[in-house]
């Protein structure tokens, strides 16, 4: 396969991966503007067909990345790569942790809908959580982190 090649398909993996991260963050920052939780609920299951867009993207990356740096003889020991993978591990295992509590909270907003779709104290306190927030934000800045350092390569 050519080099070429190769980077379409790693490229084509972050696109997946970054758009795919961007268009959640964006729904799940919508549903906290909500108060019905049937509005609430739809945004929350709106994030999840962009999860396999999100692994796929990740798979794509990871394969044809280490395919393109054996092709292009750079170090995987080198500083840049080094950061770039602590910061797709910190993506996988904060954005399970994440998807979980969000996925809880959908399910709280769904039953709620049920329910009479009445505003909710519970609900709201779940979709503004500190710590998921925190958690959150931080996927996006890893995000970010890594397409710089992959645009870059200090």
Known sequence: ????????????????FVSGAVAAAVLRLTAMRRERPGEIALLMRAVRP???????????????????????????????????????????????LTGRQDRHTRELAERLADDGDAPSAELSRRLRDPLNLALNASLLVATVGIVALMVWRP
């Open 1 to 16: 396969m050519s080099t070429y090649w190769l980077l379409f398909l790693h490229l084509a993996g972050a696109f997946m």
């Open 50 to 96: 962009l999860v396999p867009l999100i692994a796929v993207g990740l798979v794509l990356v990871l394969v044809f990345g280490f395919w393109l740096v054996d092709r292009l003889g750079y170090d995987l020991g080198a500083t840049w790569l080094t950061l770039t993978f602590a910061l797709l591990g910190w993506a996988v295992v904060v954005g399970g």
